[in-house]
């Protein structure tokens, strides 16, 4: 499995300034990509076979590369339907995709998942993707996850899960906003800035927040079990659950 360093230098070698911005501006969503891939690995380690791992919201390749870099027994489909995004994890990750250890889809999370056959895949693993989907739409996504699966299979998601506390929520997300002034200001990067917040404010609406409990009821409701909320980083946390074995269903 792959150091600290020596991951720090891998992805300033194959993603570069794309990264060393993200890590000054949110630390903690490049630390949840990697904490999203060791947590794959763990499951690949002890698999006799490769693991099939689904990644939803694929992006650039950050977290793709955190899932690729930790352990060779997987491959990984990536999903997302930002052309530019994508490509510019194609160009990240062509040494993989030419292993065929990554392949890509550039449909919507749920069209893509609609399309896979029914307890076919060992992990569904995502990383600053569920959030910034509507409620009603993050259901489907979660129900078709959970199908895919292979029974005793794996829902892995490191994202933005709300503090139930509303008023300590604001706090954070008020120091998390004075961060991106701080960091973005200095760089002259007013255009980021601009994007960062206008997102923020649709990460935070009614339809889109995540809020603790009740993402994890969401979860629950579809079927999954064994569903664990840990890591958790200000607004940020680490999702796992569990698709039933057999028997259990």
Not at 64 to 77: E, F, M, R, Y
Not at 160 to 166: K, Q
Not at 204 to 228: C, P, Y
Request: aromatic share 6%.
């Amino acid at each position: 499995m792959t150091t600290e360093q020596n991951y720090d230098a891998l992805f300033a070698g194959v993603i570069g300034q794309e990264y060393q911005l993200l890590k000054l501006l949110s630390p903690l969503s490049a630390q949840m990509s990697h904490l999203v891939g060791c947590t794959v690995a763990t499951h690949a380690a002890i698999a006799e076979q490769p693991l099939q791992v689904v990644e939803l919201g694929g992006g650039t390749g950050i977290t793709t590369l955190a899932i690729l870099s930790q352990h060779d027994n997987l491959t990984v489909l990536s999903i997302d339907n930002e052309p530019v995004m994508q490509n510019q994890a194609k160009q990240h990750l062509h040494a993989w995709f030419a292993q065929q250890k990554v392949t890509f889809c550039g449909d919507d999370a749920l069209t893509a998942l609609r399309a896979i056959p029914t307890a076919s895949v060992d992990v569904v693993a995502s990383a600053y993707t569920l959030h910034n989907f509507s409620d009603d739409y993050r259901a489907l996504v979660i129900t078709e996850s959970l199908r895919i699966l292979k029974a005793g299979g794996h829902f892995i998601n490191g994202d933005r899960y709300a503090l139930d506390e509303v008023s300590r929520h604001t706090r954070l997300i008020q120091e998390e906003v004075s961060g991106y002034f701080k960091v973005l200001i200095g760089l002259q990067k007013l255009d980021v800035l601009e994007h960062w917040i206008v997102h923020l404010f649709s990460d935070e609406s009614a339809n889109h927040i995540m809020r603790e409990t009740s993402a994890l009821a969401q979860l629950k409701a579809a079927g999954f079990v064994d569903i664990k909320l840990s890591h958790r980083q200000q607004v940020n946390a680490l999702v796992t659950a569990v698709k039933p074995a057999l028997d259990m269903l």
